[in-house]
C-alpha cells in the first residue's frame, strides 16, 4: 500500500513561515511529480506548487517568491517551505505523486491532508 503523510502544518501569525513535509512509503522522485495542493473552505482544490522527476519547479502566481517546494531522494520526501504566509493561505494542505502520464499510465496518489492555518 503506498502512502503518502504530510506533516507540519499548524497556526501560525501573519507572515510567519512553516515548513511542510511529505513523507511517501517508496521512492516516486524518478518518475513522478511531486505536487502540493490546497483546498480552503467552499473553494475548489488548487495545485500550489510541483517538482518533477527532472527537478523543475513551478508555482502558483498566489505563492511564487513566497513557497519553495524541494525534494530529499534519500528520504522519500518531499518539502514545502512556506514564508510570508498570509491569511489567504489558510486551507488543508494534500501531497500528491502524479505518474506522468497519468491516466494513461500510472496512478495518482494522495495524502491525507494537514492543516495550515495564518491567524493572529
Known amino acids: 500500500q503506498v502512502q503518502l503523510v504530510e506533516s507540519g502544518g499548524g497556526l501560525v501569525q501573519p507572515g510567519g513561515s512553516l515548513r511542510l513535509s511529505c513523507a511517501a512509503s517508496r521512492n516516486f522522485f524518478s518518475i513522478y511529480t511531486m505536487g502540493w495542493y490546497r483546498q480552503a473552505p467552499g473553494k475548489q482544490r488548487e495545485r500550489v506548487a510541483a517538482?518533477?522527476?527532472?527537478?523543475?519547479?513551478n508555482y502558483a502566481d498566489s505563492v511564487k517568491g513566497r513557497f519553495t517546494i524541494s525534494g530529499d531522494n534519500a528520504k522519500n520526501t518531499v518539502y514545502l517551505q512556506m514564508n510570508s504566509l498570509k491569511p489567504e493561505d489558510t486551507a488543508v494542505y494534500y501531497c500528491?505523486?502524479?505518474?506522468?502520464?497519468?491516466?494513461?499510465?500510472?496512478?495518482?496518489?494522495w495524502g491525507q491532508g494537514t492543516q495550515v492555518t495564518v491567524s493572529s
Open positions: 500528491n505523486a502524479r505518474h506522468p502520464n497519468y491516466p494513461l499510465i500510472g496512478r495518482d496518489y
Open positions: 517538482i518533477t522527476s527532472g527537478g523543475s519547479t
